[in-house]
């Protein structure tokens, strides 16, 4: 059974720092994209950055400078890296990811359970 779980959330004051990370487990060939989305109280799930596999990567506009995403292909799993936190980054941060379970000619979407992120002074 695959799971992706995020850690690292939390609650930190404006101007702070967090570090998120997506650990997966399973029978897991290889991980394509892997991307993080974040969904504030009463909004839409929006995607915030996403990383390929040879480490190209995007970012939503409103975390640009920011934020930075990154992964470890050995250990399929993937980082954010969130500085200058503002109280509008406030939200549930969901790690998603492209993975090639088995003999990896199969590729699959799954999404993790989220971490809470709070900024507040």
């Known amino acids: 059974q695959v799971q992706l779980v995020e850690s690292g959330g939390g609650l930190v004051q404006p101007g702070g720092s967090l570090r998120l990370s997506c650990a997966t487990s399973?029978?897991?060939?290889?991980?394509?994209?892997m991307r993080w989305y974040r969904q504030a109280p009463g909004k839409q799930r929006e995607l915030v950055a996403t990383?390929?596999?040879?480490?190209?990567?995007t970012y939503a506009n409103s975390v640009k400078g920011r934020f930075t995403i990154s992964r470890d292909n050995a250990k399929n799993t993937v980082y954010l890296q969130m500085n200058s936190l503002k109280p509008e980054d406030t939200a549930v941060y969901y790690c998603?990811?492209?993975?090639?379970?088995?003999?990896?000619?199969?590729?699959?979407?799954?999404w993790g359970q989220g971490t809470q992120v709070t900024v507040s002074s």
């Open positions: 998603n990811a492209d993975l090639r379970i088995g003999l990896g000619t199969r590729l699959d979407n799954y």
């Open positions: 399973g029978n897991i060939f290889s991980s394509e994209i």
């Open positions: 990383i390929s596999r040879r480490g190209t990567t």
